[in-house]
């Protein structure tokens, strides 16, 4: 996967920010405005809520909607292992940020190993669910519940969970030394944003739209690539 450095993103932004006499930023107010774009984008990409229409409750982009999507949220799914209490329970990843459809646990039958899918219902069913004759969760029918704090699944006795989710991405640090008053990029203290190219042309352009700076792709582009025939 290429991804560019954070002290490469960081040149870019100010060169854009000078461009447009827009001031000076400082590492600090770098970093928080490079991860707070960060999260914005991925949210974005996810399916944000605030695109939603009345009567039609689908984002214009989302994941899974289109493979570019996909490709680009790739690097942030994880197949997470749940260990449920006693009572069917377990709390949720620390870095759940949005829930992949395609729960399962894995058990095996006749020496073989089998994949059952766990369905997902909504709250207000459970009851009907669990007091059904005809519904009533099994080992081969499992369902999972989300609660506020947690994820019960029915019924109790299953191990081997498999829970698919997408974490929110990883912070960047712009780190440095302080060298005649001044910063200096130092890569042994810094993390570079975890996006492939171009989707941090996004995120360079989502950070100064925070900071009040209408910009068009093609000069984020172009100065990518002069820096790049450059060797930076």
Same mark, same amino acid.
């Given at each position: ?8 993103? /960081? %040149?870019? &932004? ?11 930023? $400082?590492?600090?107010? +770098?970093? =928080? *405005? ?11 990409? &996810? @399916?944000? !809520? ?8 689908? !984002?214009?982009? @989302? +994941? ?11 690097? +942030? ?5 749940? *260990? =449920? ?15 992949? !459809? @395609?729960?399962?646990?894995? &058990?095996?039958?006749? @020496? %073989?190993? /089998? ?13 009907? #669910? ?6 009533? !969760?099994? %080992? =081969?029918?499992?369902? $999972? ?21 997408? #974490? ?35 995120? *360079? ?28």
């Amino acid at each position: 996967m290429a991804t560019i450095s954070i002290d490469t993103v /960081k %040149k870019y &932004t100010e060169y854009l920010v000078r461009k447009n006499n827009s001031g000076f930023l $400082s590492p600090e107010q +770098f970093n =928080l *405005i490079i991860n707070r774009s960060s999260r914005t984008i991925f949210v974005k990409r &996810t @399916g944000n !809520p605030h695109d939603y229409q009345a009567g039609a409750p689908v !984002p214009r982009m @989302g +994941f899974q909607i289109t493979q570019k999507i996909t490709e680009d949220l790739k690097i +942030f799914q994880v197949n997470g292992e749940l *260990i =449920l209490s006693a009572q069917g329970r377990v709390t949720y990843p620390s870095d759940l940020a949005y829930t992949i !459809p @395609g729960m399962f646990y894995l &058990t095996s039958k006749q @020496g %073989k190993q /089998k994949y059952v899918p766990i369905e997902n219902i909504d709250k207000d069913k459970e009851g009907y #669910r669990l007091s059904s004759s005809i519904m009533f !969760p099994t %080992k =081969l029918l499992p369902i $999972s519940v989300f609660e506020s704090t947690y994820l019960q699944i029915h019924p109790i006795g299953i191990s081997n969970i498999r829970f698919p989710y997408l #974490r929110y991405p990883a912070d960047a640090l712009w780190g440095f030394n302080t060298v005649n008053e001044r910063p200096v990029y130092d890569a042994a203290k810094s993390v570079d944003l975890e996006w492939e190219d171009m989707v941090v042309n996004d995120i *360079i352009m989502q950070a100064l739209k925070s900071i009040g700076i209408s910009i068009k792709d093609a000069d984020v582009m172009n100065f990518a690539q002069s820096e790049s025939m450059q060797g930076t």
